[in-house]
């Protein structure tokens, strides 16, 4: 990183996605340039595709309108899904009983440069 690179991020939070799921996709996208990241998620059949696009381009979008970067000189140097809240419910069985349900969150961070 040269003195006048900066790292540029854009962050989602408390997205109702497993970040084990998550991380299988960002780990395809990681170290890429933008243009090659961006086709290898158009094409990949995960949900967590359309989530982590909209956060690339969000990237993106701050490097360009903030610090004049140009899209197509930008590469993916991080990637990472952290852990989230966890939403606790319970599923109704037979004799009374109350299954457990947990229903991961995911936060969910893209630094470009």
């Known amino acids: 990183m040269t003195s006048q690179q900066k790292e540029i991020r854009a962050t989602a939070k408390y997205l109702r996605l497993s970040p084990l799921k998550v991380r299988r996709v960002l780990d ?7 243009k090659e990241a961006l086709m ?12 982590i696009i909209k ?20 590469n993916i140097t991080q990637a990472y899904a952290d852990k989230g809240p966890i939403l606790k419910r319970f599923q109704p069985r037979a ?3 109350g299954y457990p349900i947990q229903k991961p969150t995911c936060h969910i961070t893209i630094v470009v440069m």
């Open 95 to 97: 004799q009374g009983r």
């Open 40 to 51: 290898i998620l158009q094409f990949m059949p995960y949900r967590s595709c359309k989530y």
């Open 28 to 34: 395809q996208i990681r170290g890429k340039s933008y």
């Open 55 to 74: 956060i690339l381009k969000s990237a993106v979008a701050n490097a360009e309108h903030n610090n004049k970067y140009d899209k197509l000189n930008l």
